[in-house]
């Protein structure tokens, strides 16, 4: 994104060295960058360039963990937050997701074949995951979260549910406030989708909103947007709603780790 282009160019032409020896720290550096941006139209724009040097860097190395894992953050971002296209949008989860699974079981043999496992293998190997494996759960779950967004349609993809729900769950018992409470915030979503009628836990969801909330110091506003949106819309709790929305709307600070999302939550709210 933005003027990043010109700098990869120039690093492509002389420089390729060094992006081979720092692969993931770049992949990881390339992450920070786009979510640090406020101008979506210029992250929507320039993100495509990151995305193909991503795959001439994976094509170079196929065999990095750490550049794999942060090809499959890039493509699930990109395709969750800027592809419209139905069509498309399964595309690029697919190939986030080929990538989360080959890095993943690169990284440790843990995380091999886990949507394939029996249900009884997957929760004695998500068990043994511990608080060193807990960056790659989480990157394997967000993804797993998208690329069932993009194929909602697909009942087969919808099963697998009750799966990424028990990887969140467990990012959350390893540690509550995981990146800032993202962890919290799916979970939030998760026990909102139906009401209680229909086996929802709107109570429970709010809970974790409130974590996600509190673990980012209120700094992530689309915790806020997705509070109102999934909670305060389904109990009809109009004051809560408007107290949450007017909050994000009227916000206005700069934090490099949210700056996008937050602009994504304030066009939502």
């Known amino acids: 994104m933005r003027g990043a282009v010109i700098v990869f160019a120039i690093a492509l032409s002389g420089c390729s060295a060094i992006i081979s020896q720092q692969t993931s720290g770049l992949a ?24 193909l040097l991503m795959d001439a860097m994976v094509q170079q ?3 990095s963990p750490g550049l794999l894992l942060g090809a499959a953050d890039l493509y699930g971002f990109y395709g969750g937050v800027f592809v419209d296209d139905p069509a498309r949008a399964v595309l690029f989860a697919d190939k986030a997701m080929g990538f989360a699974a080959q890095g993943s079981c690169l990284q440790d043999a843990l995380f091999c074949d886990w949507a394939t496992l029996d249900r009884e293998t997957f929760e004695a190997r998500l068990a043994e995951v511990g608080p060193d494996e807990l960056a790659t759960l989480n990157t394997v779950a967000s993804v797993w979260v998208g690329w069932m967004q993009a194929n909602s349609d697909d009942w087969n993809a919808i099963a697998q549910l009750g799966r990424v729900q028990q990887m969140i769950e467990r990012v959350v ?32 969801g709010r809970s974790h909103f409130e974590a996600a909330i509190a673990a980012s110091e209120g700094r992530n506003l689309l915790a806020k947007t997705y509070f109102a ?26 934090d490099p780790q949210f700056n996008l999302m937050n602009e994504l939550a304030k066009q939502e709210a």
């Open 28 to 51: 990881d550096a390339l992450g920070g960058a786009i979510r640090a941006n406020k101008d979506l139209q210029t992250v929507k724009d320039g993100a495509p360039a990151y995305l």
């Open 61 to 63: 190395d196929p065999e």
């Open 173 to 204: 018992a390893l540690d509550p406030d995981y990146e800032q409470g993202t962890a919290q915030l799916y979970l939030g979503v998760l026990h909102t989708l139906l009401p209680p009628l229909q086996g929802g836990k709107p109570e429970l």
């Open 229 to 254: 949106k999934h909670y305060a819309r389904l109990m009809f709790d109009q004051e809560l709603h408007h107290e949450l929305l007017t909050e994000v709307v009227e916000s206005d600070f700069d």
